[in-house]
């Protein structure tokens, strides 16, 4: 008897190009969860890769006042530990899939900003910012400021877990993510390659073959991302 539930993501929607300042821009959402990503591009990098001719792809995510209930509180002078470890997920993700040398030195940032939150708002920031920064990097082959693709492969995130009833489903809203005996959250390429896997057990721990059983969960309803961010993209 299968373990797997639910597949198949909450309603997924990219509306691109909502910000004309931006090389590119989303706001992604998933169910209830609605997320505005713009991708900036900087004519420099950091001082560690100066004069080695590679690029830089950095992020940063906030969640607004009015995403939650109640209020969350602007942060302003220092984010959070919780921002931190998100916005360096949703970085490494991203630079995962880019060849930095057919960037060049110029740095991409990827701001995610949480308008409405309910579950699943790191994964659909690294699911939006691959469309946001796929955007950009077409409009600067455009205008011919870079001269090959460096996007390896598409990347997307999505969240998979254990209900109480130890059902294995996918794209937890906040309801489900807080009653999951478990829950995972899993980056992965368009391939199948795992990028990172972050999984903890709330509640039991669970087996190798619930493991297996989420990840295989994962990977079908990111196919249906895959499918969403090409839309969105072309």
């Known amino acids: 008897m299968s373990l797997i539930e639910r597949t198949t993501p909450r309603k997924i929607t990219f ?129 011919g400021m870079i001269f090959e693709n460096p996007i390896m492969e598409s990347l997307a995130a999505i969240s998979v877990g254990i209900d109480s009833h130890g059902k294995i489903i996918a794209d937890l809203n906040y309801e489900e993510d807080s009653s999951c005996e478990t829950d995972m959250n899993v980056v992965m390429t368009k391939s199948g390659k795992f990028v990172e896997i972050q999984g903890t057990a709330e509640g039991s721990p669970f087996s190798g073959e619930e493991l297996s059983g989420l990840l295989e969960c994962a990977k079908k309803a990111l196919e249906i991302i895959f499918e969403k961010q090409q839309e969105a993209i072309s």
């Open 15 to 143: 509306t691109s190009d909502v910000n004309p300042n931006a090389k590119g821009s989303v706001i992604a959402e998933f169910g209830n969860t609605r997320i505005y990503i713009t991708a900036s591009v900087d004519e420099s990098v950091p001082r560690f890769l100066k004069g080695k001719g590679q690029g830089w792809v950095t992020a940063e995510y906030s969640m607004l006042p009015g995403s939650t209930f109640p209020r969350a509180m602007r942060e302003r002078n220092k984010i959070s530990g919780r921002s931190q470890e998100i916005q360096r997920l949703i970085g490494r993700s991203l630079r995962s899939i880019i060849d930095m040398k057919k960037l060049g030195e110029r740095t991409i940032v990827i701001d995610c900003d949480v308008l409405v939150a309910d579950g699943g708002t790191r994964t659909a920031s690294v699911s939006g910012g691959f469309v946001a920064l796929s955007i950009a990097i077409n409009k600067l082959m455009k205008d």
